[in-house]
């Protein structure tokens, strides 16, 4: 009986294993020979998972997007609030190797997205889910008074946001903004909307 192959997970596989080299290289700097070999696959193995370099790099994004997902959930457990707003924002901050990584595909996928509204849309789809998690930790702390700021939600879910994608942009384009900076910058950001900052 022939092997049934769960493409869906071999996808996965595929770009849990060339991301890195994204990561690592940008996407220009490398062809679908290096992206098999990556995986472990021979040349031209990739056709029937993926097309070109597009769709691995809009795989690539949806993995980093996924991935800081998973960890956000796993560090806000059952917090709400305040603590589960920072801690949502940590995830997505360049604190570490493996968070630089995810900026650098990030990164390589807007310039894409700029020129391919398919992928503009995956773009505005992960923004928009990130906005509707803040909302729900933000009506959670105005709730219990550690907001107060009389700001739109809006206006301060932009401001986090922004903040955020600047930290992911700085990271690689003018790095020496150290983890302890970026928290502290986060914290201020926080305080200035009548959060108390989290030591």
Request: glycine share 6%.
């Amino acid at each position: 009986m022939p092997k049934i192959v769960d493409h869906a997970e071999r996808r996965r596989q595929i770009v849990a294993s060339v991301w890195s080299l994204i990561g690592r290289r940008g996407l220009d700097a490398v062809t679908m020979r290096d992206l098999a070999a990556e995986a472990g696959y021979a040349n031209g193995a990739l056709a029937p998972y993926f097309r070109n370099k597009d769709e691995i790099l809009q795989a690539a994004f949806q993995y980093a997007f996924d991935s800081t997902n998973d960890r956000a959930e796993e560090a806000i457990g059952d917090a709400g609030g305040l603590t589960a707003l920072r801690r949502l924002c940590r995830e997505i901050m360049p604190l570490d190797e493996n968070r630089m990584v995810e900026a650098r595909v990030v990164v390589a996928f807007w310039d894409r997205a700029l020129y391919d509204e398919h992928m503009a849309t995956v773009f505005r789809s992960a923004i928009a889910q990130w906005r509707e998690r803040m909302k729900v930790h933000l009506l959670q702390a105005r709730a219990t008074g550690e907001i107060t700021t009389d700001a739109l939600d809006d206006v301060v879910i932009d401001s986090l946001l922004t903040t955020l994608i600047g930290f992911q942009t700085r990271a690689l384009l003018a790095p020496g903004l150290p983890a302890q900076r970026q928290e502290a910058v986060l914290d201020a950001l926080l305080t200035a909307f009548g959060g108390p900052s989290d030591k």
